[in-house]
């Protein structure tokens, strides 16, 4: 019988960040690859982050960027194991609580969200990690220990970063910990492409356009693939499965740890009532009072079994949030939604969701106060979770006490522990952590299970399996024939090839990054028709030679 998961997370705070900091670089240098998730204090008006025009989104990400504020930040390191089977993964995750110190927007709604999702203003007040937004204000950055010189640390390692819908993440960290973001996307895209030399890669494009699931908000790809590897794991048979270890914590390092338990997927038979909108895009306007199930292993395991009526229903509304919908129409509501960036949005498909004028809202101070916090014409979803397609957050405990996450210490100083089958893997051996039991009921707003850390993890357990899909089945539709081509040259060229493995896993999805509505990527590349920002190679060539 297949059992439960018990996954680590390490808390960090501003009281616990310089004694973690030795432990945080280790992992970062020596990971194979590394995922990153925030949470945000919002993102203003989301009509302007769904315009037609690419450049006009980056304008509205730019202005969010600006006035908001990164409220906590989610790190997974993925370690490959050489030394024991293929694919296995140490795995180590960090949940920063940060606090801006300076002025930012904060919406009602976010804080709302939050809140119900077991987000702990009051401990991001006392013990969040300050920091500084845009270009260095004095404060060496290269230097010490703080946020900003984690992020450097970060591009020194050039590792492979992986983010879920991420376009909006990376100008949240450009804007928070690197410098102001340029005026002009082709600008930031050239940045960010010598920033990450080994490559940017976007798991919601992989789970739309590579893997091709129902559905790609970030809870469903990471419940579809956690299932899908552990059947590999318990059938025997010899193909390619993701293997993952936890370090162990022991003595006042567990002080530091979250434990999250991962039950093992139920069994469908019997159950039918799904909510059909949260089934589709990751949330529902009713949110906890919805009479429907927001299970998504039960989701998961109805999409496989479904019949031929059921994908038809589904595929209308994929085939519009694809940018798929009949001549004239815009991009569906749904697809604006940033993979859980944009929580509470109230409106229907056809429907665009009123919005304050960003200047409008209230400004927080990193302090606390709220100058302006009358007269508020923001409104705020007294529903629940009525987050947008891709919003984890919107998961309900079925979806989100299931969501894994792993915990970061000193790689050479912790006795690690394997959970076969992926760490998600649901093994057959149950896990050996102190982590408490609880056998609560699934409820639809689960407070605490909400991590940025947790959606980070998610986010590097999907890249990771789908390596391995990549490796047993070829690459995808796109690449596959160029693939078969190259196939005779890659042999006789074993050295490179598995240099190529360790640093792009997926070339078909390098540098490809998720554009709702689109039916193209945007491409992390530097264009003939734009430079880097004189800023920025300044301030890489302060990073690399301060790294010396």
Known sequence: MVSSL?????????????????????AIKTASFIALDTELSGLGNRKSLLAESIEDRYKAICLAARTRSILSLGIACYKKLDDKAA????????????????EYVIEPQSVQFLVQHGFDFNKQYASGIPYLKGNSKGASDERGVHIRALFTELLRARKPLVL???LIDMAFLYQSFYLSLPDRLAIF????SEMFPAGIYDTKYVTEFELRLTASYLEYAYKKCKLDNSRIVTSGRAEPHV???FCQYAGHMSSYVDYRVCPAVASAEGQTDICQRFSAFGWCPKGAQCPSSHDTDLIVLQDEKGTGERRKRRKRPRDKKRGRGEAGDGPSIFDGA???????????????PAEPCPETEPLVAGDGNNPQNEGVDMKTDGEGNGVSEDNPDCRNPAATATTDHDSNTKT??????????????????????????TDAPKTKADPGTHRAGFDAFMTGYIFAHSCTRIKKEGVGAVEKEQQEEKKEQQQQQEEEKKKEEQQSCLPSCLNKIYLSGKEAPLNVVKSTFARSSKAHMQKMKTVWEAGV
């Open 189 to 192: 895209t050239a940045d960010l």
């Open 243 to 245: 293997h993952v270890e």
């Open 338 to 352: 940033p993979e859980h960036k944009m929580p509470h949005m109230e409106s229907d498909p056809e429907e665009t």
């Open 412 to 437: 050479n100083t912790n006795e690690s522990r394997e959970e076969d089958g992926g760490t998600e893997m649901l093994t057959d051996h149950p896990s050996q952590t102190d982590a408490p039991k």
């Open 6 to 26: 018990v996954v680590p997370v390490i808390d960090v705070q501003n009281d616990n960040f310089n004694e973690l900091w030795p432990a945080m670089v280790l």
């Open 164 to 166: 879920h819908n991420g």
């Open 87 to 102: 694919d296995t993964y140490l795995v180590q995750v960090y949940n920063l609580t940060l606090l801006c110190s300076e």
